[in-house]
């Protein structure tokens, strides 16, 4: 099934009834297609790892945050001239 935007907001009844029959449905803006809604037991749900992001662990090598409370406490710190 395709619908546009302007179905989407008129006619949600036809558009969740079409996804309870299984069927995907194309989202389309100004006739471009946008986006897919499928029913949610074809999309396979899988939590994130850590080792996903890059940013993950990036500051396990730090010496200086080993207390959180005291790193905090330097942070906040007023400045010294």
Do not use: H
């Not at 449905?25 to 297609?33: A, D, E, F, M, S």
């Not at 749900?45 to 005291?70: H, L, N, T």
Request: with cysteine; charged share 40%.
């Amino acid at each position: 099934m395709e619908a546009s935007v302007l179905d989407l907001r008129k006619n949600m009844k036809d558009i969740l009834a079409a996804i309870d029959r299984r069927e995907n449905v194309i989202l389309t803006y100004r006739g471009k297609r946008k986006a897919i809604i499928m029913p949610i037991d074809e999309v396979t749900e899988s939590e994130p790892k850590c080792s996903d992001f890059e940013a993950c662990g990036m500051w396990a090598d730090r010496d200086d945050m080993d207390d959180v409370q005291e790193y905090v406490q330097k942070l906040r710190a007023p400045r010294r001239f």
